[in-house]
């Protein structure tokens, strides 16, 4: 079965910078996490702190899940099982 995201909450993570969002393979939820680093080389913009990373998040939910979805597909996953997206994960 391939990865959905069924729960729409999102959260920060300002330590390791990251946007984290869930997503479900029907076994088991996985923690997703999009790097800020990420958000800010798509948006263009010099830096950017956790208000501006969970608007750029929202504005581009939609391509991140996909991105997700791909990498999840092509088996890269982190030590814990989750999926971490950097700026050459993004569609």
Known sequence: MGLSFPRFDRGVDEGLRTVNFVGSDAKQEL?????????????CLPDVDAQRALELF????LLIELSAIRKYSSGHREADGGILLGPDDLI
Request: with cysteine; glycine share 0%.
């Open 31 to 43: 923690l997703c996490r999009v790097s800020w680093e990420a958000l800010r080389q798509r948006a």
């Open 58 to 61: 929202d504005q581009r939910r």
